[in-house]
């Protein structure tokens, strides 16, 4: 599977982008599809999931303004990023989970893509 995110960019404080990660190579639909962001001197993070079925989950510091959906027919990923804060400035990287253990681990995530870069300003 390879994985391409794009869409990342500047943006002010309060505002919004929308990221896309397209996959192919493999047919995703039977996988989940998360992000995942890394902070310039911390460690890669959890930010959602979306599944093949029901709700998308999400870490607790991104709730109630970013929102994960995909198309499986066309094998795009998305997350729709509203009510930016610096803190949210990062690259953001898309992954595919194949295999079991926790949602959290990158460990569970065998295919990545190469990250875009989201930054927001103050």
């Known amino acids: 599977v390879q994985l391409q995110a794009f869409g990342g960019g500047l943006v002010q404080a309060g505002g919004s982008l929308r990221l896309s990660c397209a996959a192919s190579?493999?047919?995703?639909?039977?996988?989940?599809m998360g992000w995942f962001r890394q902070a310039p001197g911390k460690e890669r993070e959890f930010v959602g999931i979306a599944w093949t079925s029901g709700s998308p989950y999400y870490a607790d510091s991104v709730k109630g303004r970013f929102t994960i959906s995909r198309d499986n027919a066309k094998s795009t990923l998305y997350l729709q990023m509203d009510n930016l804060k610096p803190e949210d400035t990062a690259l953001y990287y898309c992954?595919?989970?194949?295999?079991?253990?926790?949602?959290?681990?990158?460990?569970?995530?065998?295919?990545w893509g190469q990250g875009t870069l989201v930054t927001v300003s103050s």
């Open positions: 992954a595919v989970k194949t295999g079991v253990g926790s949602t959290w681990a990158r460990t569970t995530y065998d295919y």
């Open positions: 190579g493999r047919a995703v639909s039977r996988y989940g």
